[in-house]
């Protein structure tokens, strides 16, 4: 009896140690001599747990306490990386080629790291999209029909950023108890523009705050989303896209960027003044004719109260810049010349080139893509 009662204690250890654990194993195909890491990515920085030199095999195998979900990224020395997302228990399978081990390997056994891969997945392809159009936009520019192609290819810039939009969103509302969903939540397009950037995208946010609050409450995940809810309505709030297709509003995102001198120059500067907010392309002849129009307007109400800031979708700076000399523009003229001034365009939910937005001295939006005659009554009807 006394040797059974000592065996027990033993097999619940071992059955907790079994539980307590998670095996990374695979194979990395024409890795022979590169080292494969395994880290534990923290909410702010990454530990690394293990490490291995791989053989022209290529195969792996990592064991590591656990007692929660976790995120853990596969990292090669080469710069190349696999994120993952396991639970206790869990024996991990991955299999890939060192030189593009990010963008092509197979995962199995573990569910978390399959939602990874499909956030992952889709988010390479929005970005592949993007920089599709924006090519295109460098070579077409010499085109006769460039008016018209650049805002078709503006239009599908936008329809893209909103299937990706739509698919982050989803898979919050499928997935909400998963800790994938605090990366689906988190992740960007580039450096400024997450793909959840609606002011009405908060509420995905509370629901993972949720969901991970009730499920995991000392986690250091949900500590984290719980202290950035705040930053993330800030974020959201001055992101509102929505109320900026309604006629009128109480408030607009700011845009802040560099002038033809290379000093940045925000929209918000000018509050106080009655604003034309106008986007515009050099090698537009839409948006050269309305130039004219706005030197017109310029001339006549600068003195009393009124401001242009313009911003161009050039890519090209001497286009740009030549296009202002030539029309003599003297208001203030921006551009993001890497991007096309693309987070501004997704925040004005700019659809046509050109437009415009009017804001009152008051920072209402008192009118949009108004031209000619009727731009210039809506301004007499605040600059007296």
């Known amino acids: 009896m006394k040797k059974l009662l000592f065996a027990i204690p033993l097999l619940l250890l071992f059955a907790c140690n079994q539980e307590n654990t998670v095996k990374i194993k695979g194979r990395i195909q024409k890795g022979d001599g590169i080292t494969l890491y395994l880290d534990k990515l923290h909410t702010a920085s990454k530990e690394t747990i293990d490490s291995v030199k791989l053989d022209k095999d290529g195969e792996f195998s990592f064991k590591t306490k656990s007692t929660q979900p976790e995120f853990y990224l596969l990292r090669l020395s080469n710069g190349k990386l696999i994120t993952l997302l396991t639970t206790p228990t869990e024996e991990v399978e991955v299999n890939s080629i060192a030189s593009h081990m990010n963008s092509a390997y197979i995962v199995s056994g573990s569910t978390g790291?399959?939602?990874?891969?499909?956030?992952?997945?889709?988010?390479?392809?929005?970005?592949?999209?993007?920089?599709?159009?924006?090519?295109e936009l460098k070579e077409k520019k010499s085109d006769p029909n460039y008016s018209s192609i650049s805002q078709n290819l503006l239009a599908k810039y936008i329809e893209v950023i909103q299937d990706q939009r739509d698919f982050s969103a989803n898979f919050i509302m499928k997935n909400a108890t998963s800790l994938s969903s605090y990366l689906a939540l988190y992740q960007k397009i580039d450096k400024d523009t997450y793909t959840l950037n609606e002011n009405a995208d908060i509420k995905y946010a509370k629901i993972v705050a949720s969901s991970m609050r009730a499920l995991y409450p000392e986690h250091e995940y949900t500590k984290a989303i719980l202290a950035n809810l705040k930053t993330m309505q800030d974020r959201l709030t001055n992101l509102k896209v929505k109320e900026m297709i309604a006629e009128k509003g109480t408030n607009y995102p700011n845009i802040s960027l560099k002038s033809t001198k290379g000093t940045e120059v925000s929209l918000n500067s000018l509050d106080g003044k009655f604003i034309i907010l106008s986007f515009w392309a050099s090698q537009d002849v839409n948006s050269r004719k309305q130039n004219k129009t706005l030197k017109n307007i310029y001339a006549k109400y600068k003195n009393k109260g009124l401001e242009i800031y313009q911003v161009s979708v050039d890519q090209d700076e001497k286009l740009w810049k030549t296009a202002i000399k030539e029309d003599g523009l003297n208001w203030i003229n921006v551009c993001d010349i890497e991007n096309g001034s693309g987070l501004a365009v997704?925040?004005?939910?700019?659809?046509?080139?050109?437009?415009?937005?009017?804001?009152?001295?008051?920072?209402?939006?008192?009118?949009k893509n108004l031209y000619g005659i009727a731009l210039e009554e809506k301004i007499a009807d605040y600059i007296k």
């Open 113 to 135: 790291s399959a939602f990874v891969k499909d956030l992952n997945d889709k988010l390479i392809k929005t970005k592949d999209s993007l920089d599709v159009i924006k090519k």
């Open 346 to 367: 997704r925040n004005f939910n700019v659809q046509q080139i050109p437009a415009n937005y009017l804001i009152s001295q008051k920072g209402e939006i008192v009118g």
